[in-house]
């Protein structure tokens, strides 16, 4: 497992969200690159997507499942990580650095329940996680 970032907000479907101003970066967690398994393909968004908080914007796809990846916030795409198009593998083992899949600049509102890294390994460990 990746060392989970205290500067960050993760949400309950294993995505996680940074601010730097107006403009958050979205990628999945360890545990569901990890969950997924062997990487296939990342589906990003279309740069200029308009998105609100909740919606199924990506996908990662692995040889046993599809995973979808929601934005935490409402706003614009405006930039999509077009490393991975070519190559997952940051996903695995940067997938808080590298492995980021897209950003947002922030016009509206950011989804309900995201949860700071104690509270998100509180979830992990109920899911079954050993911490």
Not at 21 to 50: K, M, Q, R, S, Y
Not at 113 to 129: K, R, S
């Amino acid at each position: 497992m990746a060392d989970r970032p205290n500067d960050i907000r993760y949400t309950k479907t294993h995505e996680w969200l940074r601010i730097d101003d107006d403009v958050a970066t979205i990628g999945v967690t360890d545990f569901a690159v990890e969950h997924l398994g062997d990487l296939v393909f990342v589906d990003l968004p279309d740069v200029g997507l308009d998105v609100k908080a909740g919606d199924s914007v990506a996908e990662v796809e692995s040889v046993k499942a599809v995973g979808e990846v929601y934005s935490s916030v409402t706003g614009e795409v405006i930039e999509v990580n077009e490393d991975l198009s070519d190559d997952q593998s940051s996903l695995a083992s940067d997938p808080f650095g590298a492995g980021w899949l897209f950003k947002v600049k922030v016009s509206g509102d950011t989804a309900d329940g995201l949860m700071d890294l104690a509270t998100y390994e509180e979830q992990l460990a109920n899911e079954g996680e050993p911490s």
